[in-house]
């Protein structure tokens, strides 16, 4: 019998406007809520803590707004639980402009090759939960990724996998888990940009994958 896993994304940086690099975060589960109910409790915790951030959202203190603490709690924390993290990060400078104007090409693009480093024919019989931010602003439809993954993983690849795709407002209720994707991107885009890597560090132990784009030209 297959499994049912989940790979939670979420995005750091953007695609050309500032920045040089662009970071796609994965979450990787088999309890997904186990992972929800883990992210409710520390960040309603940080919320009574500090009253400041609480006002910012309904249910959600963004990784950008956090302090440190919040940040490097969450980090040293998951790493006791049974998830892997994965990602893929971006050196745009060394991406052609041309392709940097197709936006939702590109990120579908980065999303395979991810994706691909992630999903094997083991695989084969699994039920495969894909969630992301429907705040993103590189991803023109669920359906335009969809279909491109699906038709590489299932035609391409020959792949026997059943894929769900769906997109959250990290700010429900029910969408803490793409939180923690949040943090993760933004402790890998803090590493990368700024060469922040006290977050970073604390999450390598549960680091699965670690993709850099161009391979041979990536520098950091």
């Known amino acids: 019998m297959g499994m049912n896993k989940y790979f939670i994304f979420d995005e750091s940086g953007n695609l050309g406007s500032t920045g040089r690099y662009f970071v796609i975060a994965c979450i990787e589960t088999s309890n997904y809520k186990s992972l929800n109910n883990y992210m ?14 609480a006002c910012l959202h309904s249910h959600e203190i963004k990784a950008k707004d956090a302090y440190p603490c919040i940040k490097y709690h969450i980090a040293e924390t ?4 049974d998830v892997r993290v994965s990602y893929i990060v971006a050196d745009l ?9 197709e936006k939702n090409i590109f990120y579908n693009y980065l999303m395979k090759l991810l994706l691909d480093k992630l999903i094997s024919a083991n695989d084969d019989g699994s039920t495969i939960n894909i969630i992301y931010d429907n705040h993103t602003t590189k991803v023109g439809s669920v359906n335009s990724l969809s279909e ?28 803490y888990s793409v939180q923690v994707a949040d943090y993760f991107a933004n402790a890998v885009y803090s ?5 922040i890597d006290m977050y970073y560090q604390l999450y390598t132990p549960i680091v699965n994958k670690a993709i850099h784009f161009p391979s041979k030209k990536f520098a950091k």
């Open 40 to 53: 409710k409790n520390k960040l309603g915790k940080a919320k009574r803590l500090f009253i400041e951030l």
């Open 78 to 81: 998951l790493v006791t639980k």
């Open 93 to 101: 400078k060394h991406i052609k402009p041309s392709l940097l104007k």
């Open 148 to 175: 491109y993954l699906q038709l590489y993983f299932i035609y391409d690849k020959g792949y026997d996998i059943n894929f769900n795709f769906k997109s959250m407002d990290s700010d429900a209720a029910n969408a």
């Open 191 to 195: 590493y990368y940009e700024f060469g």
